[in-house]
């Protein structure tokens, strides 16, 4: 087990808990919508309860790590989105909208619009012209809609893409350069855990006229790239550094068959694993790469504990020593602001929240509350 020597911030230390020799200290919310004023660096949870009846959304200012905790309820099955300096909530199975947040006090719904019964949206990215893009696991194609009008501009066909249950299963989805990259889990929906049906595909995508980029023009049909890996990881967004692409893929769930995978859009080539599900002692629910020589991965182990790891993704090593620990499944979401600070999501019961961390060290600095348990955290 990591030990970590903590610092004090401005928030009142309102805990000190001892648990196998790891401490954490956790920070008074503020609650009061009165006195909390617009951040201008801010974080976005998406918050569901533990038995998953509900669900809601807090706002963090990293500046003073104050919170406003559970803004609106919403449905229990939600991803927050964070793309172009806009907040969006996809609301998933059985809900099936679309929702913009207002990223000003008192941070209330701009807009909601369905995409559908079944449409499942898990990922989207904002254009230049203001639309926005959105992957949908229920469908063959992915759907660009105006998000103040909820008018569906444009469908891009998927069905070319899709494996024998007839849906490629576009899940996670970001920006590289011009181009837009959606990552293909290419499940079987027949199987009772979806299993994968073979390697992930990317779809490549211009963003300037949203056609697809054939990735290997030496044949008449179209093609994506085809990773090493499979089941491009839920949630877990492909990471573009400016020069190369990075994707978690996940596998068949308590096989460590997974890893962080290189791809070049250049050549459209996946290019193997740099640091692999067996070495990080886990499966990959998330990856932050801070820089060349260090990443952190959350992943549940076989025998179902969740883990914080840190790895050098120049050569695949992992630290012996995790930063969090935690039961299976309590840490599944991070992200990285730009002063360096790690964003963990945390759903431990009864001490649930935002774990923060110099990510340069893996000091663990704190342990934000943010109302409802935090399934999902990002950056405008």
Known sequence: MSHHTLTTTTCTKIALVIAAATFALACEA????????????MAFTVNAAFDFSSGSYSIIDLDTMEVLTDVLSI??????????????ILERYGADTITSVSRQMPFSLLGQHSLGSGANPQGLVKLASGSVLVT??????????????????????????????????AGSVTMAGSRIVVALQRLDQTTTMWDPSGPGWLVVID??????????TSTEELDAIVLTGMNPT??????????????????????????????????????????????????????????????????N?????ALLVRFDPSDGTVEADPVLEGAGYTLV???????GKLLVVDRTTEASGVQVIEAASGEVIT???????PSTICLP
């Open 30 to 41: 503020k609650k009061d919508p009165d006195t909390f004023t617009t951040p201008e660096r």
């Open 75 to 88: 449905h229990s099955d939600a991803v927050g989105a964070c793309s172009g300096g806009d907040l969006f």
């Open 136 to 169: 949908l696991l229920g469908r063959d194609s992915l759907v660009v809609i105006d998000p103040a009008s909820g008018e569906e501009e444009t469908f891009i066909d998927l069905s070319w893409a899709a494996d024998a249950d007839g849906f490629p299963e």
């Open 207 to 216: 963003s300037s006229s949203l056609e697809v980029v054939d990735a290997d």
């Open 234 to 299: 839920s949630g877990a967004h492909p990471i573009w550094d400016g020069e190369k692409l990075y994707v978690p893929e996940s596998g068949f769930y308590s096989q460590l068959d997974g890893g962080l995978e290189m791809v070049d859009l250049d050549t459209m080539q996946a290019e193997g694993f740099v640091v692999t599900e067996e070495s990080l002692g886990g499966d990959i629910t998330d990856i932050v790469l801070v820089n060349d020589h260090l990443g952190y991965a959350t992943v």
């Open 301 to 305: 182990t076989l025998a179902f504990e």
């Open 333 to 339: 979401d991070m992200t990285l602001t730009d002063d």
């Open 367 to 373: 342990r934000l509350h943010v109302g409802m348990a």
